[in-house]
């Protein structure tokens, strides 16, 4: 793009002092004087620098910007979180699959560089004679004990948590901002979505959502509007000026990013901010750009100027709104029902359906095998997932009937029970998935909840610091709040959604299942569960009294483009 990069070591890691210690305050001030020592040398245009990050990348700029560092020109942040408790502590329940797995490799990285233990590039570096390296590995062997704060916070424990919450801080930050994430990130997860709403310090904000995996905010339709940003908030020229670069490079680019092969020839779609002539112009007409831009069917679009291998990076359609949540959003009930019916009226009748709860009656996770041998972290070209509904017995399932029109969830949402458990404690998870008229399945999204922390925040004191609504309630999670379930008696218990972007279409159905942990997800899993053995039979109720229900986002108007192939 022809922007100089200068990439840092955290605070304790590889070739840098300290010791580490995920999003400490310490790393926050250290990000600050990265930012004004970098833009004072001198052959920084105008000593403003930007932030540019994926993952751990991107949630580090959100740290670093609410210091308000005086030369920071923008930030880029791409597949972040809301809260540290929405990856770790999913509903309450421990996310052992991915988030207990990277704190174990953050803490085995920390160590001090030596034969099998630190990274290994900086123990090379320090048998290569790089002096300040190995002096900089002093203070390494006092990283914080991971897995013992884990353990610590297993519920909310504000004065902990707040701090390292980017839904509590975000407010502050005043620099233009482009944001990306993906409602199905298999690593950060899907609730990145939460943040609009609490970005209040800046009028020039802009979010792309979209269905996909950790790497799909590098997609070209979400690429082309990144450079743009960069080149008008960073660069200060119009992107028209270097875009012929980044557009030939592209085929490579995404071999590199995605594992994608070169004869896919990926390519950037046409971009009407890169027509534009002058800086004044292309930054008016990206300034008139709607601050919520939502993918869909990423996928299952088709390649501009080439032929499309089905899974190429292409959303299927777009749509932009105004804010988040979406303007005019509605709350649409599905009821459940006798014999597994999912109707649009409360029933009339009186039933209850049954399961064992059994957190191993699937694999912990739907991640397959990698054809191309790049293990858990490798191209998401290569990734199999095989995901499965639970088998008899260990879940209750509920479908619509064929839906009369589309109808596109935008948001979170929830699943609203009528539970009773034969022991204390149990973990739910909620699965909403697309029944298509051929009979394939699309999964949505997930939920979860802890039953004994299923007390619901009534006030914005909680631990998104917003107030709770029917399509987005928040569980208290508070250790004060944890109630056994009681014996013998139904009692309200709701899942909480993960947020969607999802044009279900005219003519398929809807399906919630209603199961223990495990088998959704390419990674995240949950191997501490309860009831730690399959001993609980949960009993789901539905009656006039007891409404269980699935309720979605729905935003009226949106619907899928005529013709357009369904994402499979």
């Keep these: 793009m022809g922007f100089a990069v200068v990439d840092v070591n955290m605070r304790g890691t590889g070739c840098s002092g300290g010791a580490y210690d995920f999003f400490e305050q310490l790393q926050n001030l250290d990000g600050y004087d990265v930012i004004e020592t970098i833009a004072h040398q001198p052959w920084v245009l105008g000593h403003k620098v930007g932030m540019l990050g994926i993952s751990y990348g991107g949630i580090s700029q959100l740290f670093t910007a609410q210091l308000r560092p005086p030369d920071l020109a923008a930030i880029a942040p791409l597949s972040v979180i809301d809260a540290t408790a929405t990856t770790l502590y999913p509903g309450g329940v421990l996310n052992?699959?991915?988030?207990?797995?990277?704190?174990?490799?953050?803490?085995?990285?920390?160590?001090?560089?030596?034969?099998?233990?630190?990274?290994?590039?900086?123990?090379?570096?320090?048998?290569?004679?790089?002096?300040?390296?190995?002096?900089?590995?002093?203070?390494?062997?006092?990283?914080?004990?991971?897995?013992?704060?884990?353990?610590?916070?297993?519920?909310?424990?504000?004065?902990?948590?707040?701090?390292?919450?980017?839904?509590?801080?975000?407010?502050?930050?005043?620099?233009?901002?482009?944001?990306?994430?993906?409602?199905q990130d298999e690593q950060t997860g899907g609730h990145c979505a939460d943040l609009a709403q609490h970005f209040t310090g800046t009028s020039r904000k802009w979010f792309t959502f979209t269905n996909g995996a950790h790497i799909d905010s590098l997609v070209p339709a979400t690429f082309n509007r990144l450079y743009d940003f960069l080149e008008l908030y960073v660069a200060h020229q119009a992107p028209i000026v270097n875009q012929a670069v980044p557009r030939a490079a592209a085929p490579v680019i995404y071999q590199s990013a995605m594992g994608l092969p070169q004869g896919d020839l990926i390519t950037l779609p046409p971009d009407?901010?890169?027509?534009?002539?002058?800086?004044?112009?292309?930054?008016?007409?990206?300034?008139?750009?709607?601050?919520?831009?939502?993918?869909?069917?990423?996928?299952?679009?088709?390649?501009?100027?080439?032929?499309?291998?089905?899974?190429?990076?292409?959303?299927?359609?777009?749509?932009?709104?105004?804010?988040?949540?979406?303007?005019?959003?509605?709350?649409?009930?599905?009821?459940?029902?006798?014999?597994?019916?999912?109707?649009?009226k409360q029933p009339s009748a009186e039933g209850v359906d049954?399961?064992?709860?059994?957190?191993?009656?699937?694999?912990?996770?739907?991640?397959?095998?990698?054809?191309?041998?790049?293990?858990?972290?490798?191209?998401?070209?290569?990734?199999?997932?095989?995901?499965?509904?639970?088998?008899?017995?260990?879940?209750?399932?509920?479908?619509?009937?064929?839906?009369?029109?589309?109808?596109?969830?935008?948001?979170?949402?929830?699943?609203?029970?009528?539970?009773?458990?034969?022991?204390?404690?149990?973990?739910?998870?909620?699965?909403?998935?697309?029944?298509?008229?051929?009979?394939?399945?699309?999964?949505?999204?997930?939920?979860?909840?802890?039953?004994?922390?299923?007390?619901?925040?009534?006030?914005?004191?909680?631990?998104?610091?917003?107030?709770?609504?029917?399509?987005?309630?928040?569980?208290?999670?508070?250790?004060?709040?944890?109630?056994?379930?009681?014996?013998?008696?139904?009692?309200p218990v709701v899942v909480p959604l993960y947020f969607q972007g999802h044009a279900y279409r005219s003519g398929s159905r809807i399906r919630v299942t209603i199961a223990a942990p495990n088998g959704t997800q390419p990674v995240w899993s949950f191997a501490q569960t309860q009831p730690a053995s399959a001993t609980a039979t949960e009993s789901v109720a539905f009656s006039s009294s007891m409404p269980s229900s699935l309720i979605l986002p729905v935003v009226p108007g949106v619907s899928v483009p005529s013709g357009l192939p369904a994402c499979t």
């Design 96 to 183: 052992t699959g991915f988030a207990v797995a990277w704190a174990k490799e953050r803490q085995q990285n920390a160590e001090t560089a030596g034969p099998g233990r630190g990274q290994a590039w900086a123990y090379e570096r320090v048998q290569g004679g790089d002096q300040t390296c190995a002096a900089n590995q002093a203070l390494h062997g006092e990283a914080a004990d991971l897995m013992a704060k884990i353990q610590a916070n297993s519920t909310y424990n504000p004065p902990v948590a707040d701090p390292l919450d980017p839904v509590t801080f975000v407010h502050k930050i005043e620099v233009p901002t482009f944001m990306a994430c993906q409602w």
């Design 272 to 344: 009407p901010i890169q027509l534009q002539p002058t800086y004044e112009s292309a930054l008016s007409a990206f300034e008139a750009l709607p601050q919520i831009r939502v993918l869909f069917d990423n996928g299952a679009g088709s390649a501009p100027t080439a032929a499309t291998t089905p899974g190429d990076p292409y959303p299927g359609f777009e749509q932009s709104f105004s804010k988040f949540p979406v303007p005019g959003t509605k709350a649409r009930a599905w009821y459940f029902g006798p014999s597994g019916t999912l109707t649009e």
């Design 354 to 491: 049954s399961y064992t709860s059994d957190a191993s009656a699937v694999p912990l996770s739907d991640y397959g095998a990698n054809t191309g041998g790049g293990g858990l972290w490798g191209n998401a070209s290569q990734w199999q997932y095989n995901w499965v509904q639970p088998p008899a017995g260990s879940a209750v399932s509920y479908v619509s009937a064929p839906l009369t029109s589309d109808s596109t969830a935008i948001g979170a949402g929830a699943v609203h029970l009528w539970v009773k458990s034969s022991t204390p404690d149990v973990d739910l998870q909620a699965t909403v998935s697309e029944v298509r008229p051929d009979g394939n399945e699309t999964f949505v999204q997930n939920g979860w909840i802890r039953a004994s922390e299923r007390k619901l925040a009534t006030t914005s004191n909680n631990m998104l610091k917003q107030s709770p609504t029917l399509l987005q309630p928040i569980p208290t999670l508070l250790t004060s709040d944890v109630e056994p379930m009681p014996a013998d008696q139904f009692v």
